[in-house]
């Protein structure tokens, strides 16, 4: 079974610097999409960031990139510039042959200005 | 285009009653993913439809039902209420097409007293 850990339960970050938020996972198949998903307080989950396993090419979309070691199983978030809208909880996900995600526990992200 | 919607938004039940949600997905979107969200266990997937047809399924007890129609909107029930079903209940959906990126709804608030 794959398996996300998120082992940051919080971390905070002054408004318009980096932060970089962690996540390993654990799968034995070779075909492979990792996401990162933010849900504010309105509880609606948003879709930040993609990454398909294949791809070496680490993904980017404006403040936020990722950093995937496939070897490692890691797949970092980075939010540059950090602004008081990114403050949210992050989840890290998989999803592989079987049609549905598989989640990490989250990490609280706190912007202080 | 509008996005996934979940009816209700809140709700309250007592223990031993029945509930069911209902979910209408994106406008072309054939694939329905239903997942429990509580403080406790994280976010857990329950189950997924494609055409009418559940394809994968959690580890959720019986009592966890879905369906979907065949205009694509999908609907899950839970009967005999337990305390521990209160959760915030997020139904996505997805075309399926590349990465299978889902769109989740704002969910619907369960309460079980």
């Known amino acids: 079974a794959q398996t996300v850990t998120q082992s940051q339960p919080e971390m905070s970050v002054q408004e318009a610097e980096t932060v970089t938020l962690s996540c390993t996972y654990d799968t034995s198949e070779s075909d492979y999409y990792l996401f990162w998903y933010k849900q504010p307080p309105s509880r609606q989950m948003i879709l930040v960031i993609r990454q398909e396993a294949y791809k070496q090419q680490n993904a980017t979309e404006n403040r936020f990139s990722v950093n995937f070691q496939k070897a490692a199983k890691s797949f970092s978030l980075k939010i540059s510039d950090s602004q008081l809208g990114d403050a949210a909880m992050y989840f890290c996900?998989?999803?592989?042959?079987?049609?549905?995600?598989?989640f990490g526990t989250g990490t609280r992200l706190q912007v202080t200005l | 285009k509008a996005g996934v919607t979940q009816t209700p938004r809140y709700l309250i039940k007592t223990r031993g009653q029945q509930v069911t949600l209902s979910c209408s997905p994106i406008s072309g979107h054939r694939s329905v993913s239903w997942y429990q969200q509580t403080p406790g266990q994280g976010l857990q997937f329950l189950f997924e439809y494609f055409s009418e047809t559940q394809r994968n399924k959690g580890n959720f007890p019986g009592r966890f039902s879905g369906r979907q129609f065949s205009n694509s909107r999908s609907e899950m029930n839970v009967s005999t209420l337990e305390l521990g079903d209160s959760a915030l209940y997020l139904c996505?959906?997805?075309?399926?097409?590349?990465?299978?990126?889902?769109?989740f709804g704002a969910g619907s608030r369960l309460t079980v007293l």
């Open positions: 996505a959906s997805s075309d399926l097409s590349g990465a299978n990126v889902l769109t």
């Open positions: 996900a998989y999803t592989g042959t079987a049609s549905k995600l598989t």
